[in-house]
Nanobody, 120 residues
Framework: QVQVEESGGGLVQAGGILRLSCAVS????????MGWYRQAPGKQREHVASFTRDGMTEYGEAVKGRSSISRDSTKTTMYLQMNDLKPEDTAVYYC??????????????WGQGTQVTVSS
């Protein structure tokens, strides 16, 4: 069974640093895409950062220049670091991963999300 799980959210002061993790687990997983998205109350879900299928990184305009993503050596855990947090960064942050297994073609999985609240 494939699982995608975020961790690291919470309450952070404006100007602080956020670090989130996303871990994919399951037998025989092959990950072709991983990315971070966020959704603030009353707003649509938006792209934060991701690894493209050729391993490059992409960042949303709202976080570009103050965020970075990385992966561990197994490429099953992805990290997001965001600096200089602003109140408008308050949102639920979701991990999205496109994963294939021995019995299933690539499918987009979402984590449960982790709440990030930035206090001014």
């Amino acid at each position: 069974q494939v699982q995608v799980e975020e961790s690291g959210g919470g309450l952070v002061q404006a100007g602080g640093i956020l670090r989130l993790s996303c871990a994919v687990s399951g037998n025989g997983v092959s990950i072709t895409y991983m990315g971070w998205y966020r959704q603030a109350p009353g707003k649509q879900r938006e792209h934060v950062a991701s690894f493209t299928r050729d391993g490059m990184t992409e960042y949303g305009e709202a976080v570009k220049g103050r965020s970075s993503i990385s992966r561990d050596s197994t490429k099953t855990t992805m990290y997001l670091q965001m600096n200089d947090l602003k109140p408008e960064d308050t949102a639920v942050y979701y991990c999205n991963a496109e994963i294939a297994t021995l019995t299933r073609r690539p499918y987009a999985y979402w984590g449960q999300g982790t709440q990030v609240t930035v206090s001014s």
